[in-house]
């Protein structure tokens, strides 16, 4: 019966002057059920089950259930998900390459065929996250940047040279060229994928996951994708389907239209903490109501970005006229936006006024009700309105590290100007990452706002370390176009790279004044920055608050300098006659904004993407040897052969309960994966800081995290190493340390580990809610694993760190309801014992042994969060990757 269905749906159309294959879901509903009311995004999951039926892997059970799914909104089934492609940043794709490189070494040494290690999923990795912002606020900023990226990270780039090569289906866009997202969302994403199999062109939804968690970015284009671990994406390239259980969808109304003066990056924010509260966390949230007709593509875009930021999977904009209109914009080609017609029309895809299809549960805004806001001090979801950001500002002193007795603001040189620098100063104001610098909307915007400032005399205060860091080269076209970069220049926002910069870390050194003063005056001072994440000791060691705005304001906050001036009234500065400039007397009107958007032309994509996996000079010059397997160098500190295969035979051992284990730290709420694996700066008196200089690398040098991602010695050392984590076993100190217990001494998380492990001590973790938000991070369940932790106890987790965990073949248990680590007065002296985990079971309710230091023993049962027989399965074999190299040499 299934393979006749999918026999029967079999069918063709036409588009442009070419003939598609593909599988109608009309056809599929008659034989299984009306699926008119099904959410879009689920019809998407419908024809991928649809296409992929085969009585094994997808069964007709799976198809019904999806059907079924409309009368209750819910579905307890697990399926599994074949994406088209998978999408990779550099950060996360060079761990996946070397873990590639090193399945192929594992696979030979078990008497496979290396060969077979190769992607059977077409892959895309883009580096972008590599450059930093050394230089700032010159005409040399670019280039300087740029050879320094190249410099710094030239054996990285060398290996991923290598695996071009080594790999099939395997594409790298050089540096300098993009953000991922971007690229993606201009160029990669197709909206309907095709491919030519046996002389036939066969049409499909466009699928893929990818190693950012804001790979939801493309749901705008209409393309269902979202972010996974870098474990779970290796799978994918290597033709695993990806375990999932039918998801909820919530249905998102818009209604209205925003006011003037309000921007994507308000809407976005507001957004945000609308689902953020909702609760929608590892749920689908759909976009729907006739407000979309006015919702240009990078408005949704903007929005469907920030979808790890409220927890969501995924965030999905149905395909309508807009999204052809900016296949169009873009250069995509006729046939191609034919076909993505004609296609979701046929299938049911296409959005059409006034459709109310079922969701789990709905929510509505009205556009015209949304404010102008930012986000922080340190949460993307910590919405604030303009006119109480010095109010917020001022209510963050109530975290310990902001308390002080400063008295008095230091007077500082710097660039021929002496000023004091006070609490609350602006040393970032970056317009980065992926969230705005796809929309030409807020850049325009920000541009403009920057030419009246100009004309009004207004400069940038000289404390501000201010940077313009597109998603794409096309960005640096339209704004010269519209005459705008020169003015951006003189406010000191100058190009400094094509790249992700500010947002994931790569801040750059602040000037030394600036930092002694800060250092010496332990001064709370703030970042703004267009981006997504705004967490803890993420943009700069040395800015403990951190806030979220659009292009425009991140301009203001530069001219202003100070987050503890309400701009909603007070002056930006003076004119050249010294009268107050309010942001009202130089915000741009809509209709500037919309004569300045109008200049964004398709000959700038073609230009900028034809020749896009090229590379510069210094890309085109880098050489390496064609070879199936890695030649690892001995003393590399960037890439390194990585232990996990060492001791893997055929045959998986059985699992063993966990005895005696002990408690390596105890954490709190939002603990997010840039806490467990930073990407940033590599601090010189840390473990990873200390490695680094035995092996002859000067501080200047140690580049961040995320560049080290290649080398398991460095991560591992920075596992939990956030200068902002804080271990409630040592309270009020900040950083990476533990009590180790045996001998209750203090001690960096690293080096307890490696004393717990010299003594055959198993680890655990226990933290509180959402733990592991944010970044899509495989170095956060990896470091965890070679820490020698087994399990972590949470109250939640967020979705893809569980699923990483897993993956890496740890436990993770989560505390039953109105138990936490506070009822049950946890040290940190305790001792965990787990037993059955030889016949574990789906969300089992698993016993766990709590014996506290006076030898009293508190007994209870806790949920396992291993929720598909898939995940199952991994765990067993000791994690994904040994699963699937168990099954190469099958």
Not at 242 to 247: A, F, Y
Not at 837 to 855: A, P, R, Y
């Amino acid at each position: 019966m299934s393979l006749s269905l999918r026999t029967d749906c079999a069918s063709t159309l036409s588009a442009g002057s070419k003939h598609y294959e593909y599988f109608s879901l009309s056809k599929a509903a008659k034989q299984l059920g009306d699926i008119s009311n099904l959410p879009k995004s689920l019809k998407v999951l419908f024809e991928n089950l649809l296409r992929h039926l085969d009585g094994k892997s997808v069964v007709l059970k799976d198809l019904q259930a999806m059907v079924d799914w409309q009368h209750i909104g819910h579905a307890e089934r697990e399926i599994a998900y074949q994406p088209a492609r998978v999408l990779m940043q550099d950060f996360t794709g060079v761990p996946a390459v070397v873990d590639l490189a090193a399945m192929r070494e594992a696979v030979q040494r078990l008497g496979g065929e290396v060969n077979k290690v190769n992607p059977l999923t077409p892959v895309d990795l883009i580096i972008d996250h590599s450059v930093m912002v050394d230089e700032f606020a010159t005409p040399q900023a670019f280039t300087d940047n740029v050879k320094f990226e190249m410099q710094r990270n030239h054996e990285r780039y060398l290996f991923l040279r290598w695996g071009q090569k080594a790999f099939n289906r395997f594409r790298v866009v050089p540096p300098g060229t993009g953000i991922c997202h971007q690229v993606n969302l201009e160029y990669l994403g197709k909206a309907v994928w095709y491919e030519e199999r046996d002389g036939k062109l066969f049409a499909y939804p466009d699928t893929l996951v990818g190693t950012d968690s804001h790979t939801t970015m493309i749901n705008g284009l209409g393309v269902l994708g979202w972010g996974v671990g870098g474990i779970e994406a290796e799978a994918a390239m290597l033709g695993q389907p990806i375990s999932m259980l039918i998801p909820d969808v919530v249905g998102f109304k818009l209604t209205g239209k925003l006011k003037e003066g309000i921007t994507a990056t308000d809407l976005v924010l507001t957004v945000t903490q609308m689902l953020r509260k909702h609760g929608v966390v590892g749920k689908f949230v759909e976009f729907y109501g006739d407000g979309l007709a006015d919702l240009p593509l990078a408005d949704r875009a903007t929005i469907a970005n920030m979808s790890p930021e409220y927890g969501a999977t995924c965030v999905f904009f149905p395909v309508d006229e807009i999204t052809l209109s900016y296949m169009r914009l873009t250069g995509r080609s006729e046939d191609e936006i034919a076909l993505v017609e004609n296609y979701t029309k046929t299938q049911g895809l296409w959005r059409h006024p006034g459709e109310e299809p079922i969701f789990t549960s709905t929510l509505t805004l009205d556009l015209a009700s949304v404010e102008a806001s930012l986000a922080g001090p340190k949460r993307p979801q910590d919405r604030v309105e303009l006119s109480q950001v010095p109010h917020a500002f001022k209510n963050s002193v109530d975290l310990e590290l902001n308390k002080s007795t400063k008295q008095h603001a230091p007077l500082v040189s710097y660039a021929g100007k002496n000023f004091q620098l006070q609490e609350g100063a602006v040393v970032i104001a970056a317009i980065t990452s992926c969230t705005n610098t796809s929309n030409p909307s807020v850049l325009m915007a920000a541009g403009l706002l920057a030419k009246k400032a100009v004309e009004k005399g207004l400069e940038r205060k000289p404390w501000v370390k201010s940077s313009l860091a597109p998603g794409s080269k096309v960005v640096t076209d339209y704004l010269a176009k519209a005459g705008l970069t020169d003015y951006l220049n003189q406010l000191g926002f100058n190009l400094v790279g094509y790249g992700c910069t500010t947002c994931i870390g790569n801040s750059g050194p602040l000037p030394s004044p600036i930092e002694e003063a800060i250092k010496k005056n332990d001064l709370t001072v703030g970042a703004v920055l267009s981006g997504n994440r705004n967490f803890e000791g993420r943009i700069h060691p040395l800015v403990k608050t951190n806030w979220l705005a659009s292009p425009p304001l991140v301009v203001a906050y530069a001219l202003a300098g100070n987050m503890q001036i309400n701009l909603a009234d007070e002056p930006l500065g003076q004119d050249k006659n010294g009268n107050d400039v309010l942001l009202k007397d130089i915000w741009p009107t809509s209709q500037e904004i919309a004569n300045a958007v109008q200049l964004v032309k398709s000959d700038m994509f073609h230009k900028e993407y034809n020749a896009v996996f090229d590379g510069d000079e210094a890309w085109q010059a880098l050489e390496v040897k064609s070879s199936a397997t890695y030649s690892w160098q001995p003393d590399s500190t960037y890439i390194r052969n990585p232990p996990f295969f060492d001791d893997m035979q055929l045959v998986p051992a059985p699992i063993t309960d966990i005895h005696g284990a002990h408690i390596l730290a105890i954490l709190g709420d939002s603990v997010t994966t840039d806490h467990i694996s930073p990407a940033g700066n590599i601090k010189a008196d840390s473990p990873a800081g200390h490695y680094l200089q035995s092996h002859g690398v000067q501080a200047k040098d140690f580049n961040s995290y995320g560049s080290r991602r290649g080398n398991h010695e460095v991560m591992m050392r920075g596992t939990f190493a956030n200068i902002r984590i804080r271990n409630e076993m040592l309270p009020g100190v900040e950083g990476g340390f533990t009590r180790y217990i045996p001998t209750q001494t203090q001690l960096a998380i690293y080096d307890a580990a490696m004393q717990y492990q010299q003594n055959k001590i198993p680890l655990a973790i226990i933290a509180g809610k959402e733990y592991g938000s944010g970044s899509s991070r495989d170095w956060a369940a990896k470091g965890t694993l070679l820490l020698g932790i087994r399990v972590v106890i949470a109250e939640s987790y967020e979705r893809i760190h569980r699923s990483n965990l897993i993956g890496m073949g740890v436990l993770p248990l989560e505390f039953p309801a109105n138990v936490n680590r506070k009822t049950l007065k946890l040290t940190g002296d305790e001792i965990i014992d787990i037993a059955g985990l030889q016949s574990i079971t789906l969300g089992e309710m698993i016993t766990v042994t709590i014996t506290d230091k006076n030898g009293q023993i508190m007994t209870m049962a806790m949920r396992c969060r291993i929720d598909t027989m898939t995940e199952l399965e991994y765990f067993r074999h000791g994690g994904i990757l040994h699963y699937v190299i168990r099954q190469m040499v099958k």
